[in-house]
Structures are given as C-alpha cells and as structure tokens.
C-alpha cells in the first residue's frame, strides 16, 4: 500500500476539487490515494461531487461509515453532515487516512495548482530530518510571489507594526531584500509555521497530538499546530526545492471580507489566549491592532495605490 493519502476538503466548490483531482492524477507521480472530505457543501455541488466520484469508481462514504472496515480502494469520498470548518473537516480525513494505515498525508486546499511532482521528494525529505512532522513546499501565487513561510507572530507586529506602518514597512522590505539575497534554493528552513494550503504531515505524529484544534472554525490552524508539536519536541520544515501555486483567497471568498475578519480575529485570540498565554491587555492589543489595520489601514493603503496608478482624481469631476 501507498504510505501518502491526500486530504482534499471541498466546500460548494465541486468543480474546482475536480479540477485538482484531475490534476493530481495527471501530474503526480507518487503512488498516492485520494481522499476528498466534502464539508457539508449544498445538494447541486454535492451531486456534482458523487457523480465525479462514481464514475472515477471510488468509495463513497458518509461520516458516520468512516469508522467502519473500509476495503481498498482507488480513492474516497468522505460526505459530512455539515460544514464543520478546516480544521475539523481535515481532522476527519487524517483520522481516516491513519485507519487505512498510511504514515503520511497531504493536506491541500482545492484551489491549489500543481504544475510538477512534489510528494516524492517531500516524503524523501521529511524521512531525511529528525522532529520533523510537517514540511511544505515553496508556495506561489498566481504572480509568482511566494505565501510564507511564517515567523511567530507578536505584538509587536501586531499592534505596533500597523500603527508605525511607514516606518516598519520600509524596514520590513529592507530585510526582506537582504534575507533574499542570503537565501539559498532548496535549502531546507525551519520557520515558526508553514501554509496550510499545502503541506505534508506525519500522521504519527499529528496523532500524538490530537491532530488540529477543532475548536476553530477557520484561520489559526497552522500556528496552533506549530505550538503542539513544540510541545512534544516537533517542528515544521520548509523545502523550496518543489513548489505549488496557490489561487489565494479563492477557496473562501463566499464568506467575503468583513465575515473573514472575525472569524480570523476569534481564531487568532484564541491561539494567543491558549497556546501563547496572552493575558488581556495583550489581547486587547491584538484586537486594537487588527481593528486599526482593518478599518484605517487598508483603506488608506488602497487609497493610495489607487492614487499612485492614477485611478483615482483628487479634484471633483466637472
């Protein structure tokens, strides 16, 4: 048997899990089963989904049959009564993955884009370091500029960054620019966290501790599963080496911007309450810092690229 499952959840989406489906099997060459969790999505992208699913000659099951003796097969549809978030909807196809006795899994978003193999040489990488239990690949968006990875977040970037915006952002660049230079291809780093949209797991591991925290919806997952493998001497690696792209955004934009905001902030605070015991004037920190970028920031950064392209008049029109 494979040792690497791949975690898809979909969420009214259909076509566009198809096209990732499509594209694994056509760009891969690992030997991988797939698994793809749908989380509760509406009737007509359900439909969708099965009869893909049937015609590819898959296992379809539903989320109270997973615990059952399940026969080999080339791929599975998990259907879940509701849309029970990332973290958890995940939870539910590395649970089945470990059953099925795989060691490894990858978890991707479905508007993730593949233009070359990368599990092999992730699944050899990761057998190569010790206390790894996740690694991902260099992340690109449809620009070609790279997603993470991430450094650990503090108040210092939260709160104060936004309120000295010119000043850190000039800096922020700067170290960039130098880091840049620093960098060598294909070396692998091990930064605080990696991109949830594309990484690779240990499930052994990943059991250990509990898999993700179900107690977020969205957002905070990968810096909470940073704390709890740091808690048992576990870390993430990055292996630029391979990469995918990313369509960013796209996977949630039914939610829109406002929704996202707090459902980012309520995940946010609470991995800082739990796993980074922020008491709550550092909270309350956090929450003024996210509300100034969100509501006086971001318009005034669109603003002026609005002005800087030329599309936006300072004079009224005649």
């Known amino acids: 048997m494979s040792e690497v499952s791949v975690v898809i959840l979909n969420w009214n989406k259909s076509d566009m899990t198809i096209d990732l489906v499509n594209n694994f099997l056509n760009t891969e060459k690992a030997d991988v089963v797939l698994v793809v969790v749908d989380n509760g999505s509406r009737p007509g992208e359900r439909e969708r989904l099965i009869k893909f699913c049937k015609e590819k000659g898959w296992t379809i099951l539903n989320e109270h049959e997973i615990s059952k003796y399940v026969p080999k097969s080339k791929g599975y549809l998990i259907l879940l009564n509701k849309n029970y978030g990332y973290a958890k909807g995940n939870n ?99 930064p605080y966290h990696l991109s949830g949209c594309f990484m690779l797991v240990d499930l052994n591991v990943l059991e250990k501790v509990g898999y993700f925290d179900e107690n977020t919806f969205l957002y905070a997952e990968e810096p909470i599963l940073a704390e709890k493998l740091k ?68 318009p005034l950064i669109r603003t002026a690229k609005s002005l800087l392209r030329g599309t936006v008049s300072l004079t009224r029109p005649k």
Do not use: C
């Open 92 to 190: 539910y196809g590395l649970r089945f993955s470990k059953m099925l006795g795989y060691r490894y899994a990858v978890i991707s978003n479905n508007d993730v884009i593949l233009e070359e193999p990368v599990i092999e040489e992730l699944v050899e990488k990761i057998k190569s370091l010790n206390n790894v239990a996740v690694i991902g690949p260099k992340i690109l968006d449809q620009k070609g500029r790279e997603q993470g990875p991430f450094t650990k977040p503090t108040i210092l970037r939260e709160f104060f960054y936004p309120l000295l915006y010119p000043l850190f952002y000039l800096s922020a660049r700067l170290f960039r620019a130098v880091r840049k230079l620093k960098k060598q291809d294909n070396q692998v780093t091990y």
């Open 231 to 298: 808690s048992i001497g576990y870390r993430m690696a990055y292996y630029p080496k391979v990469y995918v792209r990313h369509l960013h955004g796209v996977s949630t934009i039914e939610f829109g911007d406002k929704r996202r905001y707090f459902m980012q902030l309520e995940a946010d605070l609470y991995y800082y309450k739990k796993y980074r015991g922020y008491n709550k004037f550092q909270l309350l920190l956090v929450k003024l810092g996210r509300n100034y970028s969100f509501y006086v920031l971001r």
